[in-house]
């Protein structure tokens, strides 16, 4: 598990803070975009039931599913897993990398990079 400084413990709060409050975003230029809903494996699920999972990393935009509040930029998976790993509800990095692993059959480079989905993802489920 990694240990934050308290300086960094609040930077990540307070960009986390600042992820979840801003409006949606529907970003233009490039990037695969489609328009059904963010699908998610039974990990997920139980994780949005219990209220752990307040985003998803996606490699295509889901700009017309109405739970998602706000997507990132294209984000490092190294960004993603130091900053967002609890917001995407693992207990810690070693948990993300082995549910990735689960969905991709591979270990996912600390390069490769993901759009980050916020929003609430209990309604409608």
Request: proline share 3%; hydrophobic share 30%; with cysteine.
């Amino acid at each position: 598990m990694t240990r934050f400084n308290a300086q960094e413990s609040t930077i990540t709060k307070e960009l986390v803070s600042v992820m979840r409050n801003m409006k949606a975003t529907r970003i233009g230029g490039e990037g695969r975009m489609t328009q059904d809903e963010i699908p998610f494996n039974d990990w997920s699920k139980n994780r949005i039931n219990f209220g752990m999972k307040h985003c998803t990393s996606r490699h295509k935009r889901y700009t017309k599913d109405k739970r998602v509040t706000w997507i990132s930029p294209r984000l490092p998976y190294w960004f993603i897993k130091k900053y967002l790993c609890e917001e995407e509800g693992a207990i810690n990095q070693l948990e993300l990398d082995g549910v990735l692993f689960e969905i991709y059959n591979r270990v996912i480079p600390d390069t490769e990079e993901f759009y980050v989905h916020f929003g609430d993802f209990q309604k409608e489920q």
